[in-house]
């Protein structure tokens, strides 16, 4: 799985982006900043998450709809199942499809408080093999939905949560984009076990450039996913130095993306963080150029 250099990567991949929708006017400059530095890559798409809690709500739909109507690049609307009966997310639904959107990244969803356990609204749906299925049934969207290389931490074992993914495959997604990890091992031995679970969708390595450990590691506990220990060492002493937190934090994520290239991977989901410069750079260290530019 290995290959000796960067140098002569032919950018023969598919990137998509995701963003979060902005709180404020000087969010929302610098999001769509980051949509412009971007777009001339050519994503496959790009797609906004939703709030705990139906929280961006609004602020999801309204980036959605100005990424496809303004910047022109194929936009996916992440949903949840948190606190909404089934008829509201069907509504919310509707409204995308009308509003243009084709493609819904659909999730579960978490509890408002975190660590606590998730418990479905009473008419909603119970988890994302659910929405599926409900998506489905208001229109043929395009479906993807999340998968996790480390294990769900409510799955009660890998199977199980294998088991899962197929529910939520065979309910009408075509593709799964990981949780973010940090060992290009660690996908391998997923895209195998996926495989052998009988999934022939897609399993899209999601990649997060962290450039603040801690942070990292908060979030990360309560997503099935582990931030190794060789990682505080790489950051140590750099609290003061932001720019040098850039510079390791694109190292360490290009070279994960190179050995996920090697091991044959050609689809790529950054969580941009709704910035462009990291997922820019290691875009462009596989090869990616702007559309029309060889590398
Ligand atoms: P599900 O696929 O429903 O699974 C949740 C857990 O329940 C798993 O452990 C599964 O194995 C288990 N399970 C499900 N059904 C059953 C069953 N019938 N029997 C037994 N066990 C079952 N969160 C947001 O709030 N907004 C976002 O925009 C967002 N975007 C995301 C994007 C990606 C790519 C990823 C990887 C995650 C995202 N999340 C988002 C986080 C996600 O909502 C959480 O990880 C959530 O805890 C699980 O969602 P899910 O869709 O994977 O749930």
Not at 1 to 11: A, K, M, R, V, Y
Not at 128 to 152: M, Q
Not at 181 to 201: K, L, W
Not at 267 to 274: A, S, V
Request: proline share 6%.
């Amino acid at each position: 799985h290995d290959t000796p250099l960067f140098s002569g990567l032919p950018g023969d991949i598919a990137v998509s982006f995701e963003f979060f929708p902005p709180k404020s006017e000087t969010m929302e400059a610098k999001l769509w900043d980051a949509v412009q530095e971007l777009k001339p890559l050519d994503p496959s798409f790009v797609s906004v998450t939703y709030g705990a809690g139906g929280s961006t709500r609004e602020r999801t739909h309204k980036t959605v709809a100005r990424i496809i109507s303004e910047a022109q690049i194929p936009a996916a609307a992440h949903l949840t199942c948190v606190d909404a009966s089934k008829a509201d997310t069907q509504a919310i639904a509707e409204q995308y499809w009308e509003a243009g959107v084709r493609h819904i990244v659909a999730l579960r969803g978490d509890a408002g408080e975190p660590g606590a356990a998730f418990t479905p609204h009473p008419q909603g749906y119970a988890n994302a093999a659910e929405l599926v299925a409900g998506l489905k049934e208001v229109a043929d969207f395009e479906i993807s939905v999340a998968a996790y290389p480390e294990t769900h931490p409510d799955a009660d074992c890998p199977q199980a949560d294998l088991d899962n993914l197929k529910r939520k495959i065979d309910a009408g997604a075509s593709r799964a984009i990981t949780q973010f990890f940090f060992s290009a091992e660690t996908f391998f031995d997923f895209r195998e076990a996926v495989a052998a679970h009988g999934i022939d969708a897609p399993v899209v390595p999601g990649i997060l450039p962290v450039t603040n450990v801690a942070q990292a590691r908060k979030f990360a506990g309560q997503c099935g996913a582990l931030i190794p220990e060789w990682m505080d060492g790489l950051f140590e002493g750099l609290d003061e130095r932001p720019a040098s937190r850039q510079l390791v934090a694109a190292t360490v994520a290009a070279e994960l993306c190179r050995r996920l290239y090697a091991g044959g991977v050609r689809d790529f989901h950054f969580y941009t963080l709704n910035r462009a410069d990291l997922a820019y750079a290691i875009c462009h260290m596989l090869g990616r150029r702007p559309k029309g530019i060889a590398a």
